[in-house]
């Protein structure tokens, strides 16, 4: 059975619940590969999670190239995976930073690329739902290697081991690759409420709560249950609150524990 690569995304030393989700995914076209693309002694702490989800066999590419280059180096990484192993396909996360790096992997492999699937078969066809959730669209790749992105939240991960076989890559970044450097990192403050795809609580707000004032009620109520703030694309319209805060088909899909996911 032909492997399926996986782009770890991860933070703090856990992988991030998307990267869960894509292994789960991943089963269902063959077998999961996760590929972690980072600074060195970040993979260490990610394996044995990893292993716990599915992943059959976890690449290790360790450079600090990958975090000081910005998106060029993952892209690259894979591509180099792509060329090697002729995987059945290669799932990215939908996230801004997922969809950048998915484009490049496309080009660079002369293959065709599906963004922001919620269903995945196990023939390869992905359902996309697109114009806010009036029309459904089926499609699947048949040109090159399938690069697919993967809605956050749109699949349930799965707690089942898998055989978690290590490999070390060697990362040789081009110099085109190098072309964005990050100069500086500034975390952004938060606050103490988790992120809203990670959340296992969400309080949403919508056209009913009235006016901007009016959602602090809705965070309140949030803080008291260690929720996260959702909000409507009719209150993020009216600029109630923030755009990243929105849920639903247009904005951001959320998934309960022990239920399907929620859009």
């Known amino acids: 059975m032909a492997e399926v690569l996986i782009l770890v995304e991860h933070a703090d030393g856990a ?16 077998e999961p590969a996760a590929v972690i693309a980072a600074a ?29 280059f910005l998106v060029a180096p993952k892209a690259e990484v894979l591509a180099g995976l792509v060329d090697a192993k002729s995987p059945a396909a290669v799932l990215i996360a939908a996230t801004g930073e997922g969809k950048e790096i998915a484009g490049r992997l496309a080009i660079k492999t002369g293959s065709g690329f599906l963004t922001d699937v ?14 806010g959730g009036g029309i459904t669209v089926h499609s699947r790749v048949r040109t ?73 009620l809705i965070e309140k109520l949030a803080d008291s249950l260690d929720a996260a703030v ?15 805060h929105q849920v639903g088909q247009t904005g951001v899909t959320v998934s309960p524990p022990d239920s399907q996911p929620q859009t």
């Open 15 to 30: 992988p991030k619940k998307v990267t869960y989700e894509l292994l789960a995914a991943a089963k269902q076209l063959g």
């Open 40 to 68: 060195p002694g970040t993979a260490a702490a990610l394996t044995d999670a990893l292993t716990q989800h599915g992943a059959e066999k976890i690449y290790l590419a360790e450079s600090a190239d990958i975090d000081d």
């Open 118 to 131: 919620v269903e995945l078969s196990a023939d390869g066809v992905g359902t996309q739902s697109i114009f």
């Open 144 to 216: 090159g290697t399938p690069i697919i992105t993967l809605r956050p939240n749109a699949f349930a991960p799965v707690e089942q081991a898998g055989a978690g076989a290590v490999e070390t890559v060697t990362v040789a970044i081009s110099d085109a690759a190098k072309g964005a450097k990050v100069v500086d990192r500034q975390q952004e403050d938060k606050g103490d409420r988790p992120e809203l795809t990670e959340a296992q609580i969400v309080v949403s707000g919508g056209r009913g709560v009235g006016s901007a004032e009016n959602f602090g």
């Open 230 to 244: 959702g909000a409507s694309r009719a209150a993020t319209d009216a600029g109630w609150y923030p755009h990243q």
